[in-house]
């Protein structure tokens, strides 16, 4: 299948080739891209991912903890591995995805396996916000978090618009510290996390 036609990546990514999300499962399998290169797929371009510094790993570890214990039966929480989307295999920093553990050893989680996707977003914010939702809502993922450092605050997306001309989430939800955000997955709400224990 051909990636859909996206617009322009920031940072002149547009003057590049795109690929396909197999022909990029090729380089891998091939040996052109390895685990040293630190780049992902977004829109068809194979882009470096951002640099992490200690407040974007330690609030990795704060989200981690305080989804961990959340989650149901049938769910579990990976962090910064793979997602493969239509036109996309983005790395978000944490994924709530149905099945076990062993679900996965043959494959990436798709979009219909995913619950929740979460991005730390210092130097990233842009990314994150801009290129990132529009590829999340594309894909349909029904709820997407920016635990936003630079403003304190987590960003809460949900109802994707799908595969439009102008993908994006139609509902989008702020919290600050002493806020509660609800935990929804498939559709109900399994608990509550408070945003001061995923913000510094």
Known sequence: MSAPAAPPMPGGYHSFRRF?????????DAGILTDEDKVELLEGYVVLKMPRNPSHDGTIDLVSGSLGGQ????????????????DSEPEPDCAVVRG???????RHPHATDVGLLVEIANTSLDRDRDDKTRIYARAGIV????????DARVEVYTQ???????????????????DAIPLVLDGATVGTVAAADLLP
């Open 71 to 86: 989650l149901p039966p049938g769910w579990f929480l990976r962090i910064q591995q793979a997602v493969t989307l239509i």
């Open 160 to 178: 994707p618009s799908g595969p439009t001309a102008a993908p994006s989430y139609a509902s989008r939800q702020d919290y600050r510290a002493g």
């Open 143 to 150: 709820c997407y978090w920016i635990v936003n450092l630079l």
């Open 100 to 106: 076990s553990r062993r679900t996965y050893l043959g």
């Open 20 to 28: 396909s999300v197999d022909e990029y499962h090729r380089m891998i």
